[in-house]
């Protein structure tokens, strides 16, 4: 029984890894950020539009972050959302992944078809919203990173090299 938190930046490959981790150790897979791109999808918005519109709206980020934190609580369970390491304290393993932002806008331009300058302004504007947003709900600083116990830069290595990095983690937790 393991409880696995997976944080980092939009593109560095958190949903990816998230769902080749949870297959491997037959975990749960709860995906924040598939909730907020569906929550965006139903008000018809951009991700752009839908950050600024949960920065007046803050119970948004609330329930998301609740269900994290609700989850966490529970065994056999990977959590993947930008907040995950912070909303799971007990999480048997905290990992965020890294990448330098021009290598993230790269991976979301392929993944979304979308021209690589219209995804670096979202991509800037969806963090920044979501630094300003953390802070005040949460008196998180999302660039301390203190809380995790494995930090990994995506950029190093190949989609199955990170996921084998990751299962070793993982493996050694949960013994």
Same mark, same amino acid.
């Given at each position: 029984?393991?409880?696995?938190?997976?944080?980092?930046?939009?593109?560095?490959?958190?949903?990816?890894?998230?769902? $080749?981790?949870? %297959? !491997?150790?037959?975990? &749960?897979?709860?995906?924040?950020?598939?909730?907020?791109?569906?929550?965006? +999808? /139903?008000?018809?918005?951009?991700?752009?539009?839908?950050?600024?519109?949960?920065?007046?709206?803050?119970?948004?980020?609330?329930?998301?972050?609740?269900?994290?934190?609700?989850?966490?609580?529970?065994?056999?369970?990977?959590?993947?959302?930008?907040?995950?390491?912070?909303?799971?304290?007990?999480?048997?393993?905290?990992?965020?992944?890294? $990448?330098?932002? %021009? !290598?993230?806008?790269? &991976?979301?331009?392929?993944?979304?078809?979308?021209?690589?300058?219209?995804? +670096? /302004?979202?991509?800037?504007?969806?963090?920044?919203?979501?630094?300003?947003?953390?802070?005040?709900?949460?008196?998180?600083?999302?660039?301390?990173?203190?809380?995790?116990?494995?930090?990994?830069?995506?950029?190093?290595?190949?989609?199955?090299?990170?996921?084998?990095?990751?299962?070793?983690?993982?493996?050694?937790?949960?013994?």
């Amino acid at each position: 029984m393991v409880t696995v938190a997976i944080s980092g930046l939009h593109g560095t490959g958190k949903t990816t890894a998230a769902e $080749a981790l949870s %297959e !491997k150790f037959d975990l &749960r897979h709860v995906s924040a950020g598939s909730v907020f791109r569906r929550l965006a +999808k /139903e008000k018809n918005m951009s991700l752009k539009e839908f950050s600024s519109y949960v920065e007046d709206h803050p119970e948004i980020d609330r329930k998301m972050d609740g269900k994290i934190a609700r989850e966490a609580e529970k065994d056999n369970v990977l959590l993947d959302a930008r907040l995950a390491g912070w909303m799971a304290k007990d999480a048997d393993i905290r990992i965020l992944l890294t $990448a330098p932002l %021009e !290598k993230r806008v790269q &991976r979301i331009s392929e993944r979304d078809g979308r021209p690589y300058e219209e995804v +670096k /302004e979202e991509t800037l504007a969806r963090e920044e919203s979501e630094k300003k947003r953390y802070r005040e709900l949460y008196d998180i600083d999302v660039n301390d990173h203190s809380v995790f116990d494995l930090i990994i830069n995506t950029e190093k290595f190949d989609q199955d090299q990170m996921i084998q990095l990751l299962e070793k983690a993982i493996k050694l937790v949960s013994e």
